[in-house]
C-alpha cells in the first residue's frame, strides 16, 4: 500500500501561481512513477502530469506545458507541481497518483484508471 496525502491548493488570482505537494507513505515510493491529475463538477479526472520513478523523464498535458512544472525528491518521499500563469479553467480539485513506472512512461499514464493509489485531492481555485 501507498498512503498519497495532498497539500498547497487553495485560491489564487489568475497569473498567479501555487505550489502542490503530494507526500507518500508506505511501499518505497522511488519504485513508482506519479502523476497529477484534477476533476471539476461533473467530469472525467483530467491527466496533468506524469514523472518517472527517477525524476529523468516528465511529461505534461497539452494544456500544462509550459506553465507547470512536476518534480519529485524521493529522499523526502514527495511530488510536486509547481503551477504558474493559472487561468480560471486550471480551478479544479487536484489528485496525485502512484502507478508503475510502465505506466508512467508511455501513453498509458494518460488514463487514470492505470493508477493503483490515489490521494484525496486538494482545491485549486483560480479567480480573475
Known amino acids: 500500500q501507498v498512503q498519497l496525502v495532498e497539500s498547497g491548493g487553495g485560491l489564487v488570482q489568475a497569473g498567479g501561481s501555487l505550489r502542490l505537494s503530494c507526500a507518500a507513505s508506505?511501499?518505497?515510493?522511488?519504485?513508482?512513477?506519479m502523476a497529477w491529475f484534477r476533476q471539476t463538477p461533473g467530469k472525467e479526472r483530467e491527466f496533468v502530469a506524469a514523472?518517472?520513478?527517477?525524476?529523468?523523464?516528465?511529461f505534461y498535458a497539452d494544456s500544462a506545458k509550459g506553465r507547470f512544472a512536476i518534480s519529485r525528491d524521493n529522499a523526502k518521499n514527495t511530488v510536486y507541481l509547481q503551477m504558474n500563469s493559472l487561468k480560471r479553467e486550471d480551478t479544479a480539485v487536484y489528485y496525485c497518483a502512484a502507478a508503475r513506472d510502465i505506466v508512467v512512461t508511455n501513453t498509458r499514464r494518460e488514463r487514470a484508471y492505470e493508477y493503483d493509489y490515489w490521494g484525496q485531492g486538494t482545491q485549486v481555485t483560480v479567480s480573475s
Open positions: 508506505g511501499r518505497t515510493f522511488s519504485n513508482y512513477g
Open positions: 514523472i518517472s520513478w527517477s525524476g529523468r523523464s516528465t
